[in-house]
């Protein structure tokens, strides 16, 4: 059914959705903002410390670049680079370093956040953007670094975190920018752009900048603001997008390196053996990329634990398909396909989470995600123990099934394909590993050029 050479299944189904991208999809309008800010809420939750950083830095950076007169496209990039522009952090403890008030020059997140989303074709002019969002004015000698060119957009860029940074929200809004503005002011043209400052100057007239700026609803404010740049996704930038979150997602520790993409070419094969309507079948892929999605507000300390955890450390990570759900349920268009997504911890039996679903609640598509999920993670590594054989693997799968937890129907459809199952799981991964060995090693070429021992 699937090609009679073993090993040939994944570029059979990588075909089998190029050509179904080829004859067009029935596919929903996804706004690339939309995602961008659902990225953004949910790497935020790391810690209450970052309450809506990556919101108020998007936020202030699209005023500022209204302000300089940057065109539209300029102010939308700005508002893009803003919502994501700390997500090259991987742990909570490089976060909370990126909200010291202290100047160095090129961060290593940034760099990260520049590798990543520069594979992405929507967004190369904002991975340049991101690269320097660290780099001060005429200290870093201001327009070129080493013989590149840097990006004005990045002097704004900064210049909107560190003002995020100094806020104290608690305080009156009008004053507080005040305060924070003579601070600043002391750092130009040294650290700030004279240009931006000027900028953040005139918009001291508007009250209602900093009024929106401190608002609890900021994402509601900037959903308003940003509406008419509501850009769709094309089937195959949502693929690309959808595979880029996952690298920033499973890149963050070498245990989870290959596990959305596993789990993602387990659920397309066996949403295709169930018969998945073609539509339905692409969507379902995309959004199995992002069934961890909610991992970006655990930290990374907590999922790379090697002892066991406390009960405290078990409820945080049970968390995450919940921040799966309420960051993809956000885009108005995703609602149900983030269900197939944040499902995948339920179990039939109703003991799962966080829903506490049973049986008939749990939809087909949720319950191909749980068993994909479950048999991708008994195949990998894990801090505290190795990948299990394949009869380890089919003992703990059967005994889940007859414990009414996975679905009988499904694992009997996965055991009797398993072979060519396996092999595509395996594929998909290497693929992964060749992904996450060329990102490290370009990391590495990074370090030796920037940062010379
Ligand atoms: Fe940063
Ligand atoms: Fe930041
Ligand atoms: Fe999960």
Known sequence: MFGDERGCCFLVFSSFLEE?????????????????????????????????????????????????????????????????????????????????????????????????????????????????????????KGSYWQGDRVPLESHVLHFADRLSILFKAD????????????????????IFHPEVFEAFSSLLARDYVWFDFSSRDLHRIILENASPQKKCVNPSDFLALVKLVSHLIDFRSPFTVTHSAGVAQVALFLSKLVGLEK?????????????????????????????????????IVRSHPYYTYRALAS????????????????????????????????????????????????????????????????????RLASEGNLDESLISLLFENLDEIDETRKIAQEEAVREYQMFRSRLKDFRNKFFPK
């Open 171 to 190: 305080n009156e809004p009008l004053e507080e920018v005040r305060r924070v503005g003579e601070i600043l002011r002391e750092h130009v043209p040294e």
């Open 279 to 315: 539509n339905k079948r692409f969507l379902f892929f995309g959004i199995t990329f992002l069934h961890d999605l909610g991992k970006l507000a655990i930290p990374l300390e907590i999922l790379e634990k090697a002892g066991p955890l406390t009960q405290k450390e078990h409820n």
């Open 20 to 140: 179904e991208l080829d004859e067009g999809l029935d596919f929903p309008a996804i706004p690339l903002f939309d995602l961008l800010l659902c990225l953004a809420e949910v790497v935020d939750l790391v810690s209450p410390r970052l309450f809506d950083h990556h919101l108020k830095v998007g936020y202030l950076a699209y005023r500022l670049g209204e302000a300089m007169g940057f065109p539209e496209r300029g102010q939308e990039q700005l508002l893009f680079a803003g919502l994501i522009h700390d997500s090259g952090a991987f742990s909570l403890k490089e976060r909370l370093e990126a909200l010291e008030f202290e100047f160095s020059n090129l961060h290593y997140h940034a760099f990260v956040a520049h590798l990543l989303f520069k594979e992405f074709s929507f967004l190369p002019e904002i991975s340049r953007i991101l690269l320097f969002h660290h780099l001060p004015w005429e200290g870093g």
């Open 331 to 398: 885009v108005p268009s995703l609602r149900v396909p983030a269900r197939w997504a944040a499902e995948h911890h339920e179990r039939l039996n109703g003991g799962g989470y966080p829903f506490g679903l049973k049986g008939e609640e749990i939809s087909l598509e949720s319950r191909i995600v749980a068993v994909a999920d479950v048999f991708v993670a008994l195949c990998e590594d894990r801090p505290y123990r190795k990948g299990l054989s394949r009869a380890e693997v089919k003992e703990i799968l059967g």
